[in-house]
């Protein structure tokens, strides 16, 4: 998940083809759906993934969407990757997230029996050493943390827009990690994609998808898929029982 044009589906693409060239896709409209499984596994796990529309749309319309779409990758999914471009985590990179932020309303929390995902920032273009507040180098999980719980700028929208999208992610998301990427032309970028394949698979394998302590087979992820699609398409509060 993120905002529309940053390159979401071409990161999508590159983690699931490591050899493949890096190339260009057009905007992803909605959510699709794509698989994977090792050749020789017939009984094996299978890795979904799923490629979600960007946030910040056009108009009004597409934007009052985005707390949805983020509702519903969040209950499907192990590990959430949301990703940021530009290098830091800024109120600037923040603010646009806001109306997705509250993707929590679209979601009936209590008796909802879906396992929570890991959120795993995705820091695009990182071409320095991360630093906090204080100029002290970190390591991308700390960076995150400290700018999930940085102050943000009270006396403009932005600022308050940025307050609002940290609220939401910290309300929702308990288990949190970042990993970071250099530009698509940078010669390191398909090794940190391989590493940070290597962390997301590890993830979702130690954390499958489950309803009610049970993980899920490939059949009831079409069920939750399909239930779930039935309550977004009629406007209703997302539930997983």
């Known amino acids: 998940c993120g905002l529309r044009r940053t390159g979401k589906s071409m990161l999508l693409d590159a983690l699931q083809n490591p050899e493949r060239s890096v190339g260009t896709q057009d905007n992803t409209a909605g959510l699709w759906l794509s698989a994977s499984a090792e050749e020789d596994e017939e009984e094996g796990t299978v890795l979904a993934f799923v490629d979600c529309q960007g ?3 056009a108009n009004a319309e597409e934007r009052s969407h985005d707390s949805q779409l983020l ?16 290098g830091e985590l800024s109120d600037k990179a923040l ?31 990182v071409a320095k050493q991360l630093l906090d507040a204080n100029g002290r ?15 943000s ?36 970028f398909k090794t940190a994609v391989a590493s940070l394949r290597e962390r997301v698979v590890k993830t979702c394998m130690a ?9 899920l087979s490939c059949f ?22």
């Open 137 to 151: 180098p970190v390591a991308p999980d700390e960076y995150f943390e400290s700018s999930l719980h940085a102050p």
């Open 95 to 125: 603010a646009p997230l806001a109306p997705a932020s509250r993707f929590c309303e679209s979601i009936e929390e209590r008796g909802n029996e879906a396992n929570r995902p890991l959120l795993m920032c995705v820091l695009r273009d």
């Open 55 to 57: 946030f910040d749309g």
């Open 153 to 188: 700028s009270p006396d403009s929208s932005e600022g308050q827009a940025a307050r609002e999208a940290r609220r939401g992610l910290l309300h929702f998301f308990k288990h949190r990690g970042c990993s970071v990427l250099p530009s698509t032309t940078d010669r390191d």
């Open 207 to 215: 954390n499958p998808k489950a309803v009610g302590g049970q993980p």
């Open 220 to 241: 009831s992820l079409v069920q939750l898929l399909r239930q779930l699609a039935t309550a977004a398409n009629d406007g209703w509060i997302l539930n997983i029982k």
């Open 71 to 86: 509702a519903f990758c969040s209950l499907l999914s192990s590990a959430l990757m949301l990703n940021v471009t530009g």
